[in-house]
């Protein structure tokens, strides 16, 4: 195992198109770093850059104790998975499995218990005499890992593995992704799209917009402290809830409703003025069941979407969306946020628990926990803190 260290680290193609630009980032040995941030974000070219298939503009990377920068990405002890996993279709997934080892000229006993070993691990043990073809997808991306696993690499470097998978193939990946990782425990570095394979699978996640870093964390510190307003939008599904808010007299004021706020649950540093408030869906209850101490909002319903486990409750507020670049890069639902809200009014979303009786036309009173309120400095996007995090500022 070993760490890889990136500093500075910055590519400009050409036309001075910085595709990355100056990210420095430790991830440290057997750790699992999750790159995710949406399309164009420069997730992939910052993963091929540690794997040496793009050239480094500036900045050095680090894999272990060596300066790899200028070296081969045969040189450079890493293995790599494939979005189109990569396999030789004349092989056999026995031939795959070992042809790496092959061609570095590992003796052929070696060979031949690594990929024992490998086939065991993954359930290939049947499948050895089969060419890719005659495998489903699941089975080939188990191949790629595999031939990436026989190598025993200082680290593994996967772009979007699984975004070839259906549904419910994914989840079945994606549990054995981190059965893998915790057996082997060597660095590993994900790129995806996928916020949900990079909550479910990241030791750490660094968040990525514009070829930047916006912030590096564990899954549930990017969810329940973002750092900016990008972050806030992109992680957490469905995304958190926004809207402009005034802050004044002990309280929050949007769209009509007015939520009180005690001294610990402010946001941090501001006592009055414009804020851009987040609530995540989470944060609503139905106030019918009994959350009798919490403010609340009498809303009507518009959409209600049954999702067994849940129940998401959408309506409208009469306050215009949050317009600004940051919200826009981070959206991937904005076709179905357009489907209700106007210039003057906003769709929210509302989670709330399974077996709620509630129609599409309803109107009742949702519950709000003001300590679950998020504030976000209208110019800049920068987080004031939540109510958790000014309670323990």
């Not at 002990?250 to 851009?276: H, Q, W």
Request: charged share 25%; hydrophobic share 40%.
């Amino acid at each position: 195992m070993s760490r890889i260290v990136l500093e500075a680290v910055t590519k400009v193609y050409a036309g001075y198109v910085r595709a990355v630009d100056d990210v420095s980032l430790t991830i440290g040995s057997g750790e699992f770093m999750v790159l995710v941030g949406p399309s164009g974000c420069g997730k992939s070219t910052l993963l091929r850059m540690i794997a040496g298939l793009e050239e480094v503009s500036e900045g050095e990377i680090w894999i272990g104790e060596r300066e790899v920068s200028r070296l081969a990405p045969r040189d450079r002890d890493i293995a790599m998975v494939f979005q189109n996993y990569a396999l030789y279709p004349h092989m056999t997934v026995e031939k795959n499995l070992g042809y790496g080892l092959k061609v570095r000229g590992t003796p052929k006993p070696e060979i031949a218990r690594r990929v024992d070993e490998v086939a065991a691990m993954l359930g290939l043990v049947d499948l050895r005499d089969r060419r890719p073809g005659a495998l489903s997808g699941g089975q080939r991306q188990r191949v790629a890992m595999g031939r990436a696993i026989v190598r025993e690499p200082a680290a593994f470097l996967m772009d979007e593995p699984l975004s070839n998978l259906d549904a419910k193939l994914r989840v079945d990946m994606r549990a054995e992704l981190a059965r893998l990782h915790e057996r082997l425990g060597i660095t590993t570095v994900y790129v995806t799209h996928d916020q949900v394979e990079a909550m479910t699978l990241g030791t750490r996640v660094a968040v990525m917009r514009d070829g930047t870093v916006q912030q590096v964390d564990s899954p549930q510190t990017l969810y329940r402290e973002p750092a900016n307003l990008f972050v806030a939008a992109f992680i957490g599904s469905p995304s958190m809830n926004l809207v402009e808010a005034e802050v004044s007299d002990g309280a929050v004021e949007f769209a009509g409703f007015r939520v009180p706020l005690t001294p610990e649950r402010r946001p941090a540093g501001l006592s009055s003025g414009t804020v851009i408030l987040g609530i995540r869906p989470q944060g609503f209850s139905d106030a019918r069941a009994g959350e009798g101490n919490l403010p609340t909002l009498e809303i009507e319903a518009a959409v209600v979407e049954e999702l067994g486990s849940a129940t998401h409750v959408l309506f409208t507020i009469e306050a215009p969306p949050v317009d600004v670049e940051s919200v826009r890069a981070a959206s991937d639902d904005g076709e179905r946020a357009t489907l209700l809200a106007t210039d003057r009014r906003t769709l929210f979303t509302a989670e709330v628990a399974e077996g709620t009786e509630v129609r599409p036309g309803d109107r009742f009173p949702l519950a709000l926990d003001p300590a679950r309120l998020h504030f976000f400095d209208p110019a800049t996007g920068v987080s004031l803190g939540s109510g958790a995090l000014a309670a323990t500022a």
